[in-house]
């Protein structure tokens, strides 16, 4: 209770309390988060559930208009399934693949931003031109690229089981960098104050210089930077799943969904990808909007 109450005092949450945007944000992320990782409970149906699915249910539109059946809020799918309940499951997809692709970019560039940056020399310059061969190309045909030779090496077969793995794994080695170059900028700064030069003469290690005294201290713009690259995490995986390359319509996401009904836009059927598209935008908005209030938060300029 005394951290939450110390937590509630500080600058930060005052900020927060002070930011309709921010609350408001917050709210919606939270309700979103919460149906989507509680969609077992929440979803009125189990879209995936053939044992309740009926076709004679496809296609049916959003409940308040002419045709609608009050138990498929947002309409049905050309096969049945009832498009609410799809939509908080895909969003649970999207959601793990955003934040563990986010969470494998964190290791890999802070790790690699820690060792550039103390190091330097010709390591820092080895992993520097790595980043610029990386940043010269955009992050979604560096995802595309990863996924296609993994598709490759691996048997068709075994595709739909580690589709989840072989997108987190895209979108982190795609997005890896902007944390290695925000901490290696960070590192070259704090590896000349005292406290980092107190510690070299007393014999600590570097790994243990690294790790235990300039991480710490270098966190806050990684911090920033993982709750927006949630969202572009996610947008990206949207993407490659509205193209084809994501996960299998047996555990749609997001972006498959959308592609899905994207098929049915023009004969009438709109809502089969307008309310999943109109979640995305739901989501991202509100995540990004968090990450904007925490950047300025976290700037004491702005204070």
């Known amino acids: 209770m005394q951290l939450i109450a110390r937590w509630w005092d500080s600058d930060i949450a005052y900020s927060f309390r002070k930011s309709p945007v921010a609350v408001g944000a ?9 149906a989507a990782v509680f969609a077992q409970w929440v979803a009125p149906l189990n ?18 208009l002419a045709g609608g059946d009050p138990r498929f ?14 939509i908080l499951f895909g969003m649970r997809i999207s959601l793990a693949i955003g934040v563990a692709s986010v969470l494998l970019s964190i290791v890999l560039g802070v790790g690699l931003g820690l060792l550039s940056g103390y190091a330097g020399g010709r390591v820092d310059a080895f992993i520097m031109r790595i980043c610029d061969v990386m940043l010269s ?33 895209a979108i982190a080695l795609s997005g890896w960098v902007q944390y290695a170059r925000t901490v290696r900028g960070s590192t070259m700064v704090e590896k000349n104050k005292e406290y980092v030069q107190a510690a070299r003469v007393i014999g600590v290690s570097p790994p243990a210089i690294m790790f235990r005294h300039v991480l710490p201290n270098v966190l806050g713009p990684v911090l920033v930077l993982a709750t927006v690259h949630i969202a572009t995490a996610i947008i990206t995986e949207a993407t490659l799943s509205f193209l084809g390359v994501g996960v299998p319509p047996t555990t749609p996401s997001l972006g498959t969904l959308i592609r899905i009904g994207n098929e049915f836009l023009f004969s009438g059927e709109w809502w089969i990808t307008i309310f999943p598209g109109a979640a995305l935008v739901l989501l991202v908005l509100s995540v990004n909007l ?3 209030w925490l950047r300025d938060a976290l700037n004491p300029k702005l204070r």
């Open 26 to 34: 917050a709210v919606v992320a939270v309700v979103l988060v919460f």
């Open 137 to 169: 190309f955009p992050a979604i045909l560096v995802a595309l690229l990863i996924d296609g030779v993994f598709r490759a090496i691996l048997p068709r077969e075994s595709h739909s089981e580690v589709a989840f793995g072989v997108l987190v794994l």
């Open 73 to 86: 809020l947002f309409g049905t799918d050309d096969q049945g399934r009832d498009v609410f309940s799809a």
């Open 47 to 64: 879209p995936f559930d053939l044992a309740t699915i009926n076709l004679l249910d496809a296609s049916k539109p959003p409940s308040w």
């Open 290 to 292: 968090l990450g904007d």
